[in-house]
């Protein structure tokens, strides 16, 4: 029989674990890491824990994360409403905004189509950015969903939907690295994507 | 390209060996289990980096040591290269051990894709006889691994695809009706066949230049009395047809036409992954109607062509490796496939139980060794 925690490190152990990422071992070594600190140090850390959680919200437009209503780049009246990037993943917002390059709107998916994951069309913000659409005046849309088959497919889902809306449609497309996600593409390659971006076909 | 030295410690049944080869044919002699396919694996092994025997590197440790090592020099475009590769069994805790496995190239330690990029070879192993013989996915897995290696797109569209079938599967297994079914498909067969058509084109034209290459050396194995001819059986097309948008319209009116029959069997039925190929000789599939020697000789003759392909890729021949392949092919047969292989000029090492197999003008050009409880003498 192997050794046992005592009930509440064991439990904290549990928790850690859940983390993406994060395996038994770093499990361990992260709860044994919060003993060591003072009640101060772990209360801070407890509260900024809630703090982020009860704070943070999703843009009621975009999806991106924020802490009020609407986010900050919806806010902006120097950005270009014309025009919306899709993302996958607020991630992926965070990784095209710190190229500097992009100066529309985003809308963000929440991820892509994927039954093995249990992802349909309708589980994603789809009917959210449709409604967009056809509120707002939008000349552009680029999908910036991830250059792998998921990303694909659900870029040619979308493709079909917005087709009728004579909307312009273009795909990001060049220089991302063929399976890789996003949020790996390094600001050059990202910048490059952005410019070379293709009217689908 | 050709190996001039192997050393081996601790490897298999071999504790301690150190040998040299020639640019040209290496015979090894000798009786049932005193390691002649186990030396093919080390030579594989240097120029590879992995077993082509098994995926358990312990395995290729002497079962009373802990670590192996081998050491091999490889002549490539008048450039030495020196490739050790050594593994050991490190204790983890008390009773888990951990392989590590290091790859040195001039003794600088490197991944073994470096060592794949430099380096090749081609093994006929009796196991290849499956090519003929076994399952389906057999010879769908030989063309996938050979086609990846000469074409890295290949690869990429075979990965998506197989995503997508199982994506697609998932669909099909789920319990809602059957137009919601059809639609979630729907989001899926363009890439399905996108993708699918590509494999099945690329398939068609890669066997088409392999059959091209194979069936002129099998014919010059049989003295011309028996041709080569390899099929592509896909179950969306008649015929071998070389055109894409052809493939793609045929495959999307199949898997129209077939629907119902996917929604209740549950899974995709239609494309790539279901494909297959038949080698026939003088018209006769020869996984039904090919004597043993046949079929062992158009094995042979497909590896000749993958040699052919690599040479034309890379520019120079890699290593051929023959395990026990003299066996169930005739005199005629055995003579011509020395010849072939003396006059490429393909360095070659090539097993067998007996010498009489070798005529005397081979055995005057080659080097002769024996194999002996692990130990090797010249002979
Ligand atoms: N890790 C190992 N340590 C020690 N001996 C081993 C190890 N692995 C295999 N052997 C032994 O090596 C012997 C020779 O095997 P090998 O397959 O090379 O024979 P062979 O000469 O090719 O015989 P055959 O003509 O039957 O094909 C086998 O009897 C096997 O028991
Ligand atoms: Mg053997
Ligand atoms: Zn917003």
Redesign the interface.
């Known amino acids: 029989m192997s050794f046992r925690y005592t009930k509440p490190l064991a439990r904290l152990i549990d928790e850690f674990s859940k983390m993406p990422g994060i395996g038994p071992k770093t499990a361990q070594k992260l709860a044994f890491y919060i003993l060591k600190n003072s009640s101060e140090r772990v209360a801070s850390l407890a509260k900024a824990i809630l703090e982020a959680k009860e704070k943070v919200k999703h843009c009621s437009i975009c999806g991106n994360i924020t802490d009020q209503e609407v986010c900050e780049i919806c806010q902006n009246i120097n950005r270009d409403k014309s025009i919306i990037c899709v993302v996958e993943k607020v991630r992926d917002l965070i990784a095209i905004e710190n190229t500097g390059e992009y100066k529309g709107l985003y809308h963000v998916l929440e991820g892509a189509i994927s039954p093995l994951d249990g992802i349909e069309p309708e589980n994603l913000k789809i009917d959210s950015l449709l409604k967009r659409l056809k509120t707002e005046k939008i000349k552009e849309i680029i999908l910036a969903t991830n250059p792998n088959i998921e990303g694909e497919v659900t870029a040619s889902y979308l493709n079909r939907l917005i087709e009728p809306l004579n909307i312009k449609v273009t795909r990001i497309a060049y220089g991302v690295p063929i399976g890789g996600s996003l949020e790996f593409a390094d600001e050059v390659t990202l910048t490059q994507a952005l410019m070379g971006r293709q009217k689908i076909k | 390209m050709y190996l001039k030295t192997l050393r081996l410690n601790n490897y298999r049944n071999f504790l301690k060996l150190s040998i040299n080869f020639t640019p040209n044919l290496n015979i090894f002699i000798g009786d049932n289990a005193q390691g002649k396919t186990n030396l093919l694996e080390a030579l594989y092994l240097i120029i590879r980096g992995n077993s082509y025997r098994t995926k358990n590197d312990q395995e290729l440790i002497n079962w009373s040591n802990k670590s192996t090592c081998l050491y091999g020099e490889i002549n490539k475009d008048e450039e030495n290269f020196q490739i050790n590769l050594s593994l050991e069994k490190k204790l983890e805790s008390f009773n888990k051990f951990k392989l590590i496995k290091t790859i040195k190239i001039n003794q600088n330690i490197q991944r073994k894709s470096i060592l794949n990029k430099e380096f090749k070879g081609v093994v006929f192993s009796p196991e290849h006889l499956q090519i003929i013989k076994g399952a389906p996915s057999i010879r769908r897995k030989f063309l996938n691994e050979q086609i990846s290696q000469i074409y890295p797109l290949y690869y990429?569209h075979l990965?998506?695809y197989y995503?997508?079938l199982?994506?697609r599967n998932?669909?099909l297994k789920?319990e809602i009706n059957q137009r919601g079914l059809r639609e979630?498909l729907l989001?899926?067969d363009?890439?399905l066949i996108e993708k699918g058509s590509f494999l099945i084109l690329t398939r068609i034209r890669f066997l088409k230049k392999i059959n091209y290459l194979a069936d002129k050396f099998h014919q010059k194995i049989t003295k011309g009395k028996e041709n080569l001819k390899i099929i592509y059986q896909s179950n969306i097309l008649k015929d071998q047809q070389e055109n894409i948008s052809f493939i793609s319209r045929a495959f999307e009116d199949k898997i129209k036409e077939h629907k119902e029959k996917e929604i209740k069997y549950k899974i995709s039925l239609f494309g790539p992954h279901r494909d297959d190929f038949l080698v026939c000789i003088n018209e006769f599939n020869i996984a039904s109607y090919g004597s043993q020697g046949q079929q062992r000789t158009s094995v042979l003759s497909l590896k000749l062509a993958e040699l052919e392909l690599i040479k034309e890729r890379e520019g120079v021949y890699p290593i051929f490796l023959l395990d026990d392949v003299m066996s169930e092919l005739d005199e005629e047969r055995r003579h011509f496939l020395l010849e072939l292989i003396m006059d490429k000029k393909v360095q070659t090492f090539i097993t067998s139980i007996s010498l009489d197999y070798f005529n005397s003008n081979i055995k005057e050009k080659s080097k002769i060794s024996k194999i002996e409880g692990g130990k090797i003498f010249a002979l």
């Open positions: 990429r990965t998506d995503r997508i199982g994506q998932n669909i789920k979630r989001i899926w363009p890439q």
